[in-house]
């Protein structure tokens, strides 16, 4: 089972779920099969994520109480929106019954399935003759054993830029003309190989007037920057990055997209200071040509993932992919307009109960990328001039009115597009790279803003700032007392086997990509502090601390690649702040969703 977790920790989900089924085979355990489903979501396999989430519920539901919502995200995801709506419903009613430190959890997992039960509902309207009315299709002709998405079409001669990737083959750049109704390949001795360079690139667009090409690159496990190459005398030279005030060198910079004047670039980030997980950024352009420092564009982002914006000068909309709008399935394609701040869902047959994405235009001529023929991108083409629709892709007709009338219609081809996050988890030195005079010399008030800027966090960020604090307390105890090592190793060793796999279990709570899966881990905690009678709580939180977390020879516990960047890439007020209250961890009281017994004031 610790290899499966270890993998399951650096994001390595196909090896993880080998490992998980193995482990699986041989005992059960619900947590440990949470952790499978949540990997079949990674790699897009989401009936297998289902089956597994319906396991959990029907025989294990006292151990996870959430996991009814888990159930029902996946059956919407499916296209199962009947089922889907009974099972939010349900959830609703449970979710009222729930106490202690999993009601928070409850309280935010009732709003977003009242959210989803909308998308539901939105997508049983019957959406056939509106498909009916637009040149539909699948852009077939390009070799299918290729996921394909992010198309970029050039503003003068039309010709179309996509991305293309595989098992095989690492993500780049095919080009097509589209001829006679159809889109064919071609290449050109013009410099594109500076834009292949056999690293993994993708997501691209053009400037206005064609002559330079922004888009993704990733080298190694470094994170994803957004470059760009201009064409000079007919040619593509050498790409370069853009400056720091775009690319975070510690997250994701991704999907590039530039307004129809130039001087304005909207991308996608999970960088901190935004609404939660990825948010659309944008950048201004300023008189000596460069990139001001990138901003949040707060009007279209929520607490769930923002991507792929394209701005369409025409209109003055942007249209962007979101999980966190009321959408049919995953993410959905919205447009936002700027003249009115309105945000609209695109509906059929551009949305389904797959992730869509990546949508783009040009004219009369509408592309996207959506999985909902597999668990890979495929690209769809809209043209308003050519309204023939070919019936066997009528996959959203086919989709709702089986699903209308048949609660237990599945089916098997849907995903989600897994995250470019590199989750390599090394080693790295814990001792931080920024001076802390917080502690210190705090004034009266900064254990209110320390508390503040905590809770102003989502959900992903506070999984880091949880560990970071968690593995820094420990630190200090390691290092105001060595022989603390030695003894823990000693409690360990005495403890009953079955004791150690509890605790490590528990201690599974800091890695957990889920709230479900928190909010149980959270319970079991207060339950093992409770049957073992523990007048000492801040003993038992230090062994699981210990045994959760990776450590060296010395006992001190290493800090993961991801959770050190993090801290690297914020201002120095935030690190003071986390710092803070990581050492005064016995002498505040910290909001209830952090791990500490608050009647003692001291961590759990």
């Given at each position: 089972?610790?290899?499966?977790?270890?993998?399951?920790?650096?994001g390595?989900?196909?090896?993880?779920?080998?490992y998980?089924?193995k482990?699986?085979?041989?005992?059960?355990?619900?947590f440990?099969?949470?952790?499978?489903a949540?990997c079949?979501?990674e790699?897009?396999?989401?009936?297998e994520?289902?089956q597994?989430?319906?396991i959990?519920?029907?025989?294990?539901?006292?151990?996870i109480?959430?996991?009814r919502?888990?159930y029902?995200?996946?059956?919407?995801?499916l296209?199962?929106?009947?089922?889907a709506?009974?099972?939010?419903n349900?959830?609703?009613e449970?979710?009222?019954?729930?106490?202690?430190?999993?009601?928070r959890?409850?309280?935010?997992?009732?709003?977003?399935?009242?959210?989803?039960?909308?998308?539901?509902e939105?997508?049983?309207?019957?959406?056939?003759?509106e498909?009916?009315?637009?040149?539909?299709?699948?852009?077939a002709?390009?070799?299918?054993?290729f996921?394909l998405?992010?198309p970029?079409?050039?503003?003068?001669?039309?010709n179309?830029?996509?991305?293309?990737?595989?098992a095989?083959?690492?993500?780049?750049?095919q080009?097509f003309?589209y001829t006679?109704?159809?889109?064919f390949?071609?290449?050109?001795?013009?410099?594109?190989?500076?834009?292949?360079s056999?690293a993994?690139?993708e997501?691209?667009?053009?400037?206005?007037?064609?002559?330079?090409?922004?888009?993704v690159k990733?080298?190694?496990?470094?994170?994803?920057?957004?470059w760009?190459s201009?064409?000079i005398?007919?040619r593509?030279?050498?790409?370069?990055?853009?400056?720091?005030?775009?690319?975070n060198?510690?997250?994701?910079?991704?999907?590039p997209?530039?307004?129809?004047?130039?001087?304005?670039?909207f991308?996608?980030?999970n960088?901190p200071r935004?609404?939660?997980?990825?948010?659309i950024w944008?950048s201004v352009?300023?008189?000596?040509g460069?990139w001001?420092?990138a901003?949040?564009?707060?009007a279209?982002?929520?607490?769930?993932?923002?991507?792929?914006?394209?701005?369409?000068?025409?209109?003055d909309?942007?249209y962007?992919?979101?999980?966190?709008?009321?959408?049919?399935?995953?993410?959905?394609?919205f447009s936002y307009?700027?003249q009115?701040?309105?945000i609209?869902n695109?509906g059929a047959?551009?949305?389904?109960?797959?992730?869509?994405a990546?949508f783009?235009?040009?004219?009369?001529l509408?592309?996207f990328s959506s999985?909902?023929?597999?668990?890979q991108?495929?690209?769809y083409?809209i043209?308003?001039r050519?309204?023939?629709v070919?019936?066997?892709?009528m996959?959203?007709k086919?989709?709702?009115?089986k699903?209308?009338?048949?609660t237990?219609?599945t089916?098997?081809?849907?995903g989600?597009?897994q995250?470019?996050?590199?989750?390599?988890?090394?080693a790295?030195?814990?001792t931080p790279?920024k001076?802390?005079?917080?502690?210190?010399?705090?004034?009266?008030?900064?254990?209110?803003?320390?508390?503040?800027?905590?809770?102003?966090?989502d959900?992903?960020?506070?999984n880091?700032?949880?560990?970071?604090?968690?593995t820094?307390?420990?630190?200090m105890?390691?290092?105001?007392?060595?022989?603390?090592?030695e003894e823990?190793?000693q409690?360990?060793?005495?403890?009953?086997?079955?004791q150690?796999?509890?605790?490590k279990?528990?201690g599974?709570y800091?890695?957990?990509k889920?709230?479900?899966q928190?909010?149980?881990?959270?319970?079991?905690?207060e339950?093992?502090?409770l049957?073992?009678n523990?007048?000492s709580?801040?003993r038992?939180?230090?062994?699981?601390?210990?045994?959760?977390?990776?450590?060296?020879?010395?006992?001190m516990?290493?800090?993961?690649?991801?959770d050190?960047?993090?801290?690297?890439?914020?201002?120095?007020?935030?690190?003071?702040?986390?710092?803070?209250?990581?050492?005064?961890?016995?002498?505040?009281?910290?909001?209830?969703?952090v791990p500490?017994?608050l009647?003692?004031?001291?961590?759990?």
């Amino acid at each position: 089972m610790e290899r499966a977790q270890i993998a399951y920790d650096e994001g390595k989900f196909s090896r993880a779920i080998s490992y998980y089924k193995k482990a699986l085979s041989k005992e059960y355990d619900a947590f440990a099969a949470l952790e499978l489903a949540e990997c079949y979501e990674e790699t897009n396999q989401l009936e297998e994520a289902s089956q597994v989430y319906k396991i959990i519920l029907e025989q294990h539901q006292e151990e996870i109480p959430l996991i009814r919502f888990e159930y029902a995200a996946s059956l919407k995801k499916l296209g199962n929106y009947p089922l889907a709506i009974q099972e939010f419903n349900t959830f609703l009613e449970e979710a009222k019954l729930v106490k202690g430190r999993a009601k928070r959890d409850a309280k935010y997992l009732t709003d977003l399935s009242q959210k989803e039960i909308q998308g539901c509902e939105l997508a049983l309207k019957d959406p056939v003759v509106e498909i009916l009315e637009m040149g539909y299709r699948e852009v077939a002709e390009i070799d299918s054993s290729f996921t394909l998405y992010s198309p970029a079409i050039h503003p003068t001669t039309g010709n179309l830029w996509v991305t293309t990737e595989n098992a095989r083959q690492k993500g780049n750049f095919q080009r097509f003309k589209y001829t006679g109704g159809q889109w064919f390949p071609f290449t050109q001795e013009d410099g594109f190989r500076y834009v292949n360079s056999g690293a993994q690139e993708e997501g691209g667009a053009f400037s206005p007037d064609g002559n330079t090409f922004f888009f993704v690159k990733s080298q190694r496990d470094y994170p994803y920057e957004i470059w760009y190459s201009e064409k000079i005398k007919g040619r593509w030279v050498k790409p370069k990055p853009l400056e720091d005030k775009v690319n975070n060198p510690y997250y994701d910079n991704i999907c590039p997209n530039l307004s129809s004047s130039g001087d304005t670039l909207f991308f996608s980030s999970n960088r901190p200071r935004g609404k939660g997980g990825f948010d659309i950024w944008f950048s201004v352009k300023n008189k000596n040509g460069e990139w001001k420092k990138a901003q949040n564009l707060e009007a279209v982002n929520t607490e769930e993932d923002e991507v792929a914006p394209y701005y369409d000068g025409s209109s003055d909309h942007l249209y962007f992919s979101s999980a966190g709008h009321i959408t049919y399935g995953g993410l959905d394609i919205f447009s936002y307009s700027f003249q009115d701040g309105s945000i609209h869902n695109l509906g059929a047959p551009i949305n389904s109960f797959a992730d869509d994405a990546y949508f783009v235009k040009k004219g009369d001529l509408m592309l996207f990328s959506s999985q909902r023929k597999g668990n890979q991108f495929r690209l769809y083409e809209i043209n308003t001039r050519q309204k023939e629709v070919l019936a066997q892709e009528m996959v959203i007709k086919e989709a709702i009115a089986k699903a209308k009338t048949d609660t237990s219609f599945t089916t098997t081809n849907a995903g989600q597009p897994q995250s470019p996050l590199a989750n390599s988890t090394h080693a790295y030195d814990v001792t931080p790279v920024k001076k802390i005079t917080a502690p210190a010399l705090a004034p009266a008030n900064y254990q209110e803003e320390a508390l503040a800027y905590y809770e102003g966090l989502d959900h992903q960020q506070k999984n880091k700032v949880e560990r970071i604090m968690a593995t820094m307390w420990m630190n200090m105890r390691l290092t105001m007392a060595p022989q603390l090592t030695e003894e823990l190793k000693q409690e360990w060793a005495a403890l009953a086997a079955d004791q150690q796999a509890e605790l490590k279990r528990i201690g599974r709570y800091y890695w957990a990509k889920s709230r479900t899966q928190r909010s149980a881990l959270a319970a079991r905690e207060e339950q093992f502090v409770l049957e073992h009678n523990a007048k000492s709580p801040a003993r038992w939180r230090s062994l699981i601390i210990y045994y959760a977390f990776r450590h060296d020879e010395e006992g001190m516990i290493k800090m993961s690649k991801l959770d050190w960047e993090f801290l690297k890439s914020l201002p120095q007020e935030d690190v003071d702040k986390i710092k803070y209250i990581s050492s005064r961890l016995r002498e505040i009281q910290m909001p209830a969703s952090v791990p500490i017994d608050l009647e003692n004031r001291q961590i759990r």
